[in-house]
């Protein structure tokens, strides 16, 4: 079945490491998202892939870096330099980049805890 | 900057009763405006309404876009305790793709 799968579904990290978070697409979309979401809030965008080997910033990319080296995988890394990393993550993707309306599909989501 | 603000933050009903979420939003570019679900983990989508598709329905649940108002309600009638779930609106942004602005949320809670 066509979806996206994130992994893994808990992480749990140490103050000053660096974690990876996995994000996997065989739904054939160019366009992958990653959000970020605290409790009780809604989702704010930390990057962003509208095709392979490009990625943009959003509105909440310091202390995380993404790489774009494969259409179905867009990984998200949590950095030392984010302050307040524990929350939980979610990627979404979309048809390739167009002015038509769709809508985004999203995994089930990572929720990282710091320790 | 978009913005889009939903209400009430949290709904208690009880099963059988009729509820309505809000969402108001301020966008530079409006293509559409897009409802989600989220029980546990992942949003589902509901619906999109556009320009050309200001009212959708699907079973118990309808929506309704007004552009001139900048809003859009959803209802849902004749309520289950499977409809407890926080509620999400939000709104592409820009020209194309999905960089979607999230309302905070309505987290509504259906009892027996």
């Known amino acids: 079945d066509g979806g996206i799968t994130q992994s893994p579904k808990y992480l749990f990290r140490k103050e000053g490491q660096n974690v990876t978070l996995s994000c996997e697409q065989n739904l054939n979309h160019d366009a992958m998202y990653w959000y970020r979401q605290d409790p009780g809030q809604g989702l704010r965008l930390i990057y962003y892939?509208?095709?392979?080997?490009?990625?943009q910033k959003g509105d909440i990319a310091e202390g995380y870096s993404v790489s774009r080296e494969k259409k179905e995988s867009f990984p998200l890394t949590v950095t030392s330099a984010q302050k307040n990393p524990t929350a939980f993550y979610l990627c979404?993707?979309?048809?390739?980049?167009?002015?038509?309306?769709?809508?985004?599909?999203f995994g089930q989501g990572t929720r990282l805890t710091v320790v | 900057e978009d913005k889009v603000v939903q209400s009430p933050l949290s709904l208690v009903v009880h099963e059988g009763d009729t509820v309505t979420l809000n969402c108001s939003y301020e966008v530079t570019n409006f293509r559409s405006l897009l409802w989600y679900k989220q029980e546990k983990k992942a949003p589902t989508f509901l619906f999109m309404l556009?320009?050309?598709?200001i009212e959708k329905k699907s079973g118990r649940l309808s929506s309704i876009l007004d552009k001139k108002e900048l809003f859009s309600i959803l209802n849902i009638t004749a309520t289950q305790t499977g409809d407890s779930a926080v509620y999400l609106c939000a709104v592409p942004r820009g020209y194309a793709g999905n960089m979607l602005t999230f309302g905070g949320g309505t987290r509504l809670m259906v009892k027996p």
């Open positions: 979404a993707s979309s048809i390739p980049w167009a002015r038509e309306n769709t809508e985004a599909f």
């Open positions: 892939s509208q095709i392979v080997n490009d990625f």
């Open positions: 556009t320009s050309s598709g």
